[in-house]
């Protein structure tokens, strides 16, 4: 009934910027945190950033100063500017969030399907 979908991801040489973007449709009553994670070839998922409901943002030591995470509450929208891309900044990027469905419910987790970010010369 929640569904995430993240857009945004494409090929883009070292020193570069992207930015992603999250929209999340359904059965949405509210939505606390939201974040981004990665996975790259032959690694395992990692957090690249999160964000709470009041705007406090949290980032990976590796995207610290290249990264901004933001949020657009009125369109369950939030997005992942990346600047200065790096190569080892490629993997598939995948959104989540923590999205209550109803008044009469709590928090549940949701993921995005990913996008992939590829930075090459």
């Known amino acids: 009934q929640v569904r995430l979908v993240e857009s945004g991801g494409d090929l883009v040489q070292p020193g570069g910027s992207l930015r992603l973007s999250c929209a999340a449709s359904?059965?949405?009553?509210?939505?606390?945190?939201m974040g981004w994670y990665r996975q790259a070839p032959g690694k395992e998922r990692e957090l690249v950033a999160t964000?709470?409901?009041?705007?406090?943002?949290s980032y990976a030591d590796s995207v610290k100063g290249r990264f901004t995470i933001s949020r657009d509450n009125a369109k369950n929208t939030w997005y992942l500017q990346m600047n200065s891309l790096k190569p080892e900044d490629t993997a598939v990027y995948y959104c989540?969030?923590?999205?209550?469905?109803?008044?009469?419910?709590?928090?549940?987790?949701?993921w995005g399907q990913g996008t992939q970010v590829s930075v090459s010369s």
């Open positions: 359904g059965s949405i009553f509210s939505i606390n945190a």
């Open positions: 964000i709470t409901s009041r705007g406090s943002a």
């Open positions: 989540n969030a923590m999205v209550r469905p109803s008044y009469l419910t709590g928090y549940f987790e949701h």
